[in-house]
């Protein structure tokens, strides 16, 4: 049986990244991918925030270019509220790219990534597997779970799981150097996106088209208002719609961070940990800065053989934090019809409307640094 200090288990952002870490300070870390392929089945659209792109060393080659603008839409798609910021806000990552240069980064720092690798439960220290070659089992020390929103090992740790989700879906397609600025496009429509938004996301080489909110609330399901949004989705003047457009969706956790996120035998990070932002549902941020965490706790732990280190990594802590996005959180999953979200929207006309939303868009907040 193979012995490691640290499995990993997803190789999203979060778990590349705390992997990476970890072997850095002389670490045997394994981390295991059900994909085959990191630059396959993608979920997140990628959107970096400027704060991520400050302090990360993020390859460039991998980020689309900068986006300052942000036009805000009612149900109808008329009087648009448009905010310009003076800074680069945002960046979108060409996410099969960039986790292939994440893996080769964390494997020259010592990780050894298996893909095609699924987690199959655990007993004590010891971690099933289910490989290429069949079933296997790995002794780790600690298992960490990266393995999104709907995470196997919370519930085999017996940790907090994610119970309040949206669901998300969309189309990324290449624009080929459309003409206009790189702008954000949100429409706020729950006969679209019950409890969140529609969006395109055009950065002048890809534009994603999506749609997200709550599962029971879709009249018509998930794919049908993706289909319903594209046909009159706005930002895409001139832009060749192909018929096959590549197709990313999945889970968005959206219940703030976990209070119990650790235990003496590992912990979480990423969608794992309900490291979202409640309002906006942005995940990458969160993923990174929660990782080093993760990673400087379990550093602790395994130098100083002592499991009770992991109660430092407490999400009960951190949520306190969350408490006004997560009102806010409340309060948009309650705009249940289009003239309710018209009639809420009329507030972002005002000058105090469009402050509070340049706070919420462009501010230099981020996941509270541990």
């Known amino acids: 049986m193979d012995d490691v200090d640290v499995l990993v288990v997803g190789a999203g952002l979060a778990g590349l990244h705390t992997a990476t870490l970890l072997a850095r300070r002389g670490h045997e870390v394994l981390l295991v991918e059900r994909r085959a392929s990191l630059d396959a089945a993608i979920r997140t659209t990628g959107i970096f925030v400027r704060r991520t792109l400050d302090d990360f060393p993020l390859p460039a080659a991998c980020l689309g270019p900068p986006i300052?603008?942000?036009?805000?839409y009612p149900p109808t798609l008329q009087r648009p509220v448009t905010l310009v910021s003076a800074r680069d806000e945002f960046r979108v990552g060409d996410m099969g790219p960039l986790y292939l240069a994440a893996s080769r980064t964390a494997t020259d720092a010592?990780?050894?990534i298996a893909l095609g690798t699924r987690y199959a439960g655990r007993r004590a220290r010891n971690v099933r597997l289910v490989g290429r070659d069949g079933p296997t089992a790995v002794r780790a020390r600690f298992v960490v779970g990266a393995d999104g929103a709907r995470s196997a090992v919370a519930r085999d740790l017996g940790l907090d799981r994610n119970r309040h989700l949206l669901i998300g879906a969309e189309e990324v397609i290449d624009v080929g150097g459309a003409v206009g600025p790189p702008t954000f496009h949100c429409v706020l429509d729950p006969s679209l996106a019950p409890g969140y938004l529609a969006w395109v996301v055009n950065d002048g080489r890809h534009a994603h088209?999506?749609?997200?909110?709550?599962?029971?609330?879709?009249?018509?399901?998930?794919?049908?208002a993706l289909h319903r949004f594209g046909a009159t989705a706005p930002g895409l003047a001139g832009v060749e719609r192909p018929a096959e457009p590549e197709r990313r969706g999945g889970p968005i956790p959206v219940g703030g961070l976990l209070r119990r996120i650790s235990c003496a035998d590992g912990l979480l990070v990423g969608d794992a940990a309900g490291a979202v932002s409640p309002l906006t549902a942005g995940g990458l941020d969160p993923c990174l800065r929660l990782s080093e965490l993760a990673a400087a706790v379990l550093d602790d732990a395994l130098r100083s053989?002592?499991?009770?280190?992991?109660?430092?990594y407490d999400g009960a802590v951190l949520r306190a934090r969350f408490r006004g996005r997560l009102m806010l959180r409340r309060?948009?999953?309650?705009?249940?019809t289009p003239a309710a979200a018209t009639a809420a929207f009329a507030l972002l006309r005002t000058p105090v409307g469009r402050a509070a939303a340049g706070r919420i868009l462009f501010g230099d907040r981020s996941f509270p640094t541990p």
């Open 110 to 112: 010592g990780v050894r």
């Open 209 to 224: 088209i999506g749609v997200a909110g709550y599962a029971d609330r879709f009249p018509r399901g998930l794919r049908r």
């Open 305 to 312: 053989g002592q499991p009770s280190a992991l109660r430092h």
């Open 68 to 72: 300052r603008r942000v036009v805000l």
């Open 331 to 336: 309060g948009m999953a309650q705009v249940r």
